[in-house]
């Protein structure tokens, strides 16, 4: 494995104010298409406690209604180009997550671990789509199982080289399956989801918001009320205005608990290190 880079200081907040010229150019094309996107996560989190960025947060993070996504991918070639472009698995064959990025044109950069991945490669911010999930428990908890699999087969490529023992055999071994089923199985769940429908909604290709952060009921493990994405209103963030939740404390509280709490020292950290970069 390649060696760490640290991005540090100016480099750090460089980074940072890439990603918002990044956030501004999709707001211009959303905003020009009406197609409601919401800033979530850290990036929220950021606007409601810091009217920014988390000082130690390294990424940006757009969510939009599927509906909404697949509109928005329709309307890549109206990006700046000296700005950013698109990236998914239809963009960029090499690509292997199920959600898209848009990247920073002219730049470099490379997770740990990652360096043989042949996709493109720059300072991105992550646009993540939102999908319908069954409306009984039991089937939100198979879907759950069923998006585990999947996740874990666009990992293998990663997770070959980075595990060891029992690990890198169970990943080499999901490495052979074509990436091309993965998204075909994504594709049968993005087809039932409507802006619409009651069901409850969920990032497919990363963990359930539910599970990740609090001991919810197990009712509300496996989605978030559409609600949350359909009421907007706009936050500050760097000194610019982007639409996020309306309903930002029960989203909050539901993915931090106490959010306006800073966490410990030592847990305020970057997500993931880099081996390469170039701004």
Not at 93 to 111: D, H, M, N, S
Not at 129 to 157: A, N
């Amino acid at each position: 494995m390649s060696e760490v880079k640290v991005i540090e200081g100016a480099d750090f907040r460089k980074m940072q104010l890439l990603q918002v010229e990044m956030l501004v150019e999709l707001d211009r094309v959303c905003r020009a298409n009406h197609i409601k996107y919401q800033i979530w996560a850290g990036t929220l989190l950021g606007a409601v406690r810091h009217k920014g960025y988390i000082p130690w947060d390294d990424d940006a993070d757009v969510v939009m209604l599927r509906e909404e996504y697949e509109k928005f991918k329709k309307c890549i070639d109206q990006l700046n180009p000296d700005i950013c472009f698109y990236q998914d698995h239809e963009t960029d064959p090499e690509y292997r997550w199920g959600y898209a990025k848009l990247r920073r044109t002219g730049t470099t950069y490379v997770r740990l671990g990652q360096e043989h991945i042949k996709c493109q490669t720059g300072v991105f911010i992550d646009i993540f789509p939102l999908d319908d999930v069954p409306r009984t428990t039991l089937g939100q908890m198979l879907q759950d199982f069923h998006c585990f699999i999947l996740r874990k087969i666009l990992w293998s490529e990663v997770g070959k080289y980075q595990e060891h023992g029992l690990l890198k055999w169970w990943y080499t071994l999901l490495s052979k399956i074509p990436v091309r089923f993965v998204f075909k199985q994504l594709d049968f769940y993005a087809k039932k989801s409507s802006n619409h429908s009651p069901n409850m909604v969920r990032t497919l290709c990363y963990t359930s918001i539910g599970k990740l952060y609090r001991k919810h009921p197990i009712k509300q493990r496996y989605g978030m009320p559409k609600r949350w994405f359909t009421n907007l209103e706009t936050f500050e963030f760097e000194g610019r205005m982007f639409w996020g939740l309306k309903d930002y404390d029960e989203y909050l509280t539901f993915s931090f608990g106490d959010y306006m709490q800073l966490p410990p020292e030592d847990k305020r950290v970057q997500h993931a290190p880099v081996s390469d970069y170039k701004f």
